[in-house]
């Protein structure tokens, strides 16, 4: 992961303190930052994990009255509402066009390019989501970008990492195996996407792009990651399902992961900007995520299971 030696007057703040959100937080902490982080709940009591969270749920009534003064990052990691609503956005674009920002991340998604037919894209090919929460997430990134803040978008695939693996659906029966003809998906760990960010937020202002792809290299179908991760358990499959005959009891949901079907590359981050990943594909990641799962559980860790 790609250091970042961070001034000691910097401050972060992470809009949305999930599961990228807090390892993006704990990763700038460590680097000598100060770090605060927005919850929808009310923070707790002498938090175990030393970072200051702060209530942010305007949806409910709960608004920042005002940010911590001198910002110099922002990370927004919130989801588009069904109404191309964006919290930060709406609520606190004023109050951050104030603070001395030197940059902005903004987690996008890969889905904007909508179904290429399994063929490669990159930053500059179309956006064509076909999902309307694609839709509203290409929306939203627009906005941000036309927003006259040093944002950078990374455009992100399916996110894994310690409790973010199918391990504990193999345990419990509850996978299920199935194939599409000549369908992959793209991901990415929530390590490489933090060492994106760092990344990013290091280089130079005029070297640094409006549009990053932050994905491994290796797209693949569902089946061959379950596959592996039923290898580093010791454990059986499932039985095999085509998709053609179970997509009817799919949910709407879950059908829809099922809809686009595309290679994302990376050239620009890893080539061009240099990045290296940590984990260039499921295999790496998938066996330092079990490793990782098994040492919280052993140190009775809450952590052992993923953030939401």
């Known amino acids: 992961m790609t250091s970042w030696a961070v001034n000691p007057d910097a401050r972060v703040l992470v809009i949305g303190g999930g599961y990228t959100g807090q390892r993006f937080a704990a990763s700038a ?9 927005t919850r929808r709940s009310a923070p707790e009591a002498g938090n175990a994990d030393g970072l200051q969270w702060l209530r942010f749920d305007p949806a409910n ?10 910002l110099s990052h922002v990370l927004v990691t919130l989801p588009t509402g069904s109404d191309d609503s964006d919290a930060a956005l709406d ?22 390019y909508g179904d290429s037919g399994g063929a490669w894209v990159d930053e500059d090919s179309p956006t064509e989501p076909t999902l309307p929460r694609s ?29 973010r693996c199918p391990f504990e659906q193999l345990r419990q029966g509850s996978a299920r195996l199935v194939h599409k003809p000549a369908q992959v998906f793209c991901r990415i760990h929530v390590d490489d996407i933090v060492g994106a960010l760092m990344h990013g937020l290091a280089l130079p202002p005029e070297a640094r792009p409006a549009l ?25 499959l ?17 059908l829809s992961f099922w809809a686009d079907n595309r290679r994302v590359s990376n050239r620009r981050l890893c080539q061009e900007l240099g ?21 919280l ?12």
Request: contains cysteine.
């Open 135 to 163: 839709q509203a997430r290409l929306r939203c990134e627009q906005r941000w970008l036309a927003s006259g803040l040093p944002v950078m978008s990374f455009r992100l695939p399916a996110i894994y990492g310690p409790g």
């Open 297 to 308: 559980a052993a140190a009775g860790s809450p952590r052992a299971a993923a953030q939401p």
């Open 238 to 254: 499932p039985p095999l399902q085509r998709f053609e005959t179970v997509a009817a009891s799919m949910s709407p949901m879950a």
């Open 29 to 37: 902490a460590a680097a000598g930052a100060r770090v605060w982080l």
């Open 61 to 70: 009534g709960h608004h920042l009255t005002a940010l911590p003064d001198g």
């Open 275 to 295: 990045y290296r990943l940590r984990y260039p594909s499921y295999r790496e990641g998938f066996a330092a995520s079990l490793a990782e799962e098994q040492a």
């Open 212 to 236: 990053l792809n932050v994905s491994d290299d290796t797209p693949c179908p569902s089946s061959e990651t379950l596959g592996y991760a039923a290898h580093l358990l010791g454990c059986k």
């Open 91 to 112: 609520h606190l674009l004023p109050a951050l066009r104030q603070q001395p920002l030197a940059w902005l991340g903004y987690l996008s998604t890969t889905g904007v």
